[in-house]
């Protein structure tokens, strides 16, 4: 099971810090995408990390602005948003998986439940 926080509404340039506490997997052994989805369009990757490895995905829109990390202690991923920006309001998911590709978003086999991020103008 997955449970996603943290999200909320914030002023543009702002920052905010999404958690995903991961329970009933064994957390190092999986990968956990960030993903969102804004009204009207399809769900995309924004972040990923391996857990194994620590590799890391991006996606160009949040390049330089957001941060993942995971805490295997705690069973816990985290993605550190800043500057944030009217267009990255969208209910933002995360999703474990053991995953040949970080950023195969059908290899994801356990979601949260969503978090509503809102950026206004």
């Known amino acids: 099971q997955l449970q996603a926080c943290g999200g909320g509404l914030v002023q543009a340039g702002g920052s905010m810090r999404l958690s995903c506490v991961v329970s009933?997997?064994?957390?190092?052994?999986?990968?956990i995408g960030w993903f969102r989805q804004a009204p009207g369009k399809e769900r995309e990757a924004v972040s990923c990390?391996?857990?194994?490895?620590?590799?890391?995905y991006y996606a160009d829109s949040v390049m330089g602005r957001f941060t993942i990390s995971s805490d295997i202690a705690k069973n816990t991923a985290y993605l550190q948003m800043n500057n944030l920006k009217p267009e990255d309001t969208a209910v933002y998911y995360c999703?474990?998986?053991?995953?040949?590709?970080?950023?195969?978003?059908?290899?994801?086999?356990?979601w949260g439940q969503g978090t509503q991020v809102t950026v206004s103008s």
């Open positions: 999703a474990a998986g053991q995953v040949t590709s970080i950023t195969s978003m059908r290899e994801y086999d356990s």
């Open positions: 009933g997997v064994t957390f190092d052994d999986y990968a």
């Open positions: 990390i391996a857990t194994t490895d620590d590799s890391t």
